[in-house]
């Protein structure tokens, strides 16, 4: 039972670390603009990434680095929070089995791009750099998917929620809000600019990256608050441990 316990709360609060390493990796990403320095390229201005990444290499590694961590974190909190939308939901659980089937491919879809990012930064001679700008867009598309397909992790996650309240229902609504922001991505590789495209957008990137984020950070708090006193009320229900025949006689 320790063990169990033990396990289900590491689960729980994998998704608080998850939420550490994203804003780690943010806060790299706002370190690789200095001023006077060349800008983050949208899709539209892909050409400059070499520039951008030659005075930048350090942070952008680390950025995806840590961007990488948080997603592996992420889906160990996942394997979690499905056996507790699946308990709740009872019978098929088909909620929780498209909230799990949609975590997975996006988050999949991410990975992938992560790795194209990987490689746009590992790309040093110069007839590799020429192929930089279709790898940085590649990379900047994929991720945008990913963040598509997880808005059938947040529906359905919302779903349950809300019909069964087993994590507030408040933590529903925002899932489906989540959610909402998260079809935006489905439409952002068709803008090369603008707030809607997938490298550099209000509304491409930032909205349903940051609301995925806090969602996670959210969710995996109260799941972990959830945990401890599940942990705690087995601890009080456990019958005390027998006496020896030596405590016995010595009473």
């Known amino acids: 039972m320790d063990d169990r ?32 320095g060349t800008p983050y390229p949208s899709v539209q201005n892909a050409q400059t990434v070499n520039d951008f990444y030659s005075e930048n290499l350090n942070h952008a590694r680390l950025q995806v680095l840590f961007t990488t961590l948080g997603i592996a974190l992420f889906l160990w909190f996942l394997g979690s929070l499905w056996r507790v939308l699946r308990e709740a939901e009872g019978g098929p659980a088909r909620g929780a089995t498209i909230a799990l089937v949609g975590a997975g ?15 746009v930064l590992l790309t040093t001679s110069p007839a590799q750099a020429d192929a930089v700008p279709a790898l940085f867009t590649a990379s900047a598309v994929l991720f ?17 929620i809300l019909h069964t309240g087993v994590m507030g229902r408040w933590l529903g609504w925002l899932a489906l ?16 600019s ?12 930032w909205a349903w990256w ?5 969602w996670v950070l959210l969710a995996s708090g109260v799941l972990t608050l959830q945990e401890y006193r599940k942990t705690k009320s087995s601890m009080a229900s456990e019958p005390a441990p027998p006496r020896s025949t030596t405590e016995e006689a010595g009473a």
């Open 5 to 36: 316990r033990s396990w289900e709360q590491s689960g729980a609060g994998s998704g608080l670390l998850a939420a550490v390493m994203f804003v780690v990796a943010f806060i790299m990403f706002m370190l690789t603009d200095p001023t006077g």
């Open 105 to 119: 491919v996006g988050s999949a879809l991410m990975l992938v791009a992560l790795a194209l990012t990987y490689a």
């Open 144 to 160: 945008a998917l990913g963040g598509g397909v997880l808005s059938l992790f947040f529906f359905a996650v919302g779903k349950v």
């Open 177 to 192: 809000l989540a959610a909402v922001l998260s079809v935006l991505a489905f439409i952002s590789p068709f803008w090369v």
């Open 194 to 205: 603008g707030i809607l495209n997938p490298a550099t957008g209000a509304l491409g990137l």
């Open 210 to 214: 940051a609301a995925f984020v806090v």
